[in-house]
């Protein structure tokens, strides 16, 4: 499975973005998709993660509201959509794959490289 994302780039704080991933190589509804993400000098957290076919979320609690999880199915991707953005939202966002209650658990199968959203203050 091979997991592509893009969408990251610089950011003025209060701004948004959409970061995307499009997975390949495997069956896309076998897996809940998830983003992590990894600021520098800290330890990597999930932001966000959607089960198979998108009934369930789960958030952090320093992005819930201000950030949405969802998937599209038939092109094979998930999305993060992150508004209200703050400098402290600068990190590395990484697309994963796997099992979802795993997901909740920082526990992931497969992963993508990251792409990274900068936010000015």
């Known amino acids: 499975v091979q997991l592509q994302a893009s969408g990251g780039g610089l950011v003025q704080a209060g701004g948004s973005r959409r970061l995307s991933c499009a997975v390949s190589g495997g069956a896309f509804t076998s897996y809940a998709m998830g983003w992590f993400r990894q600021a520098p000098g800290k330890e990597r957290e999930l932001v966000a993660a959607i089960s198979l076919y998108g009934g369930s979320t789960d958030y952090a609690d320093s992005v819930r509201g201000r950030f949405t999880i969802s998937r599209d199915n038939a092109r094979n991707t998930v999305y993060l959509q992150i508004n209200s953005l703050k400098p402290e939202d600068t990190a590395v966002y990484y697309c994963?794959?796997?099992?979802?209650?795993?997901?909740?658990?920082?526990?992931?199968?497969?992963w993508g490289r990251g792409t990274l959203v900068t936010v000015s203050s």
């Open positions: 994963v794959a796997g099992n979802y209650q795993s997901l909740r658990r920082s526990s992931a199968n497969y």
